[in-house]
Nanobody, 119 residues
Framework: QVQLVESGGGLVQAGGSRRLSCAAS????????MGWYRQAPGKQREMVAV???????NYPDSVKGRFTISRDNAKNTVYLQMNSLKSEDTAVYYC?????????????WGQGTQVTVSS
């Protein structure tokens, strides 16, 4: 099992910045990709940023150029730097990690952290 603890959420004004962190603990052996997702009220959960173990990243157009994902493999931590925040970025942000062990992929989610952008 992998446990994830997110931090860094809160209230921020539009145009501002926020940095989220997610620390993995437990059986962190062979963590593959790490990512951030978000869910706004009444909407489905959507991918915000994903980073593979070799550092390649993927973003949807809605955050590209504003959000940056990074990871520290030594600390089993993934970060999300969010700049130029907009009201539509308001959501609960969830961290996810994918573990590959013996050919089996397992996914784990954090508890979520609220980000509220005031206009």
């Amino acid at each position: 099992q992998v446990q994830l603890v997110e931090s860094g959420g809160g209230l921020v004004q539009a145009g501002g910045s926020r940095r989220l962190s997610c620390a993995a603990s437990g059986n962190v052996f062979k963590i593959n990709s790490m990512g951030w997702y978000r869910q706004a009220p009444g909407k489905q959960r959507e991918m915000v940023a994903v980073i593979s173990r070799d550092g390649s990243t993927n973003y949807p157009d809605s955050v590209k150029g504003r959000f940056t994902i990074s990871r520290d493999n030594a600390k089993n931590t993934v970060y999300l730097q969010m700049n130029s925040l907009k009201s539509e970025d308001t959501a609960v942000y969830y961290c996810q990690v994918i573990q590959l062990v013996g050919g089996t992929l397992s996914g784990y989610w954090g508890q979520g952290t609220q980000v509220t952008v005031s206009s």
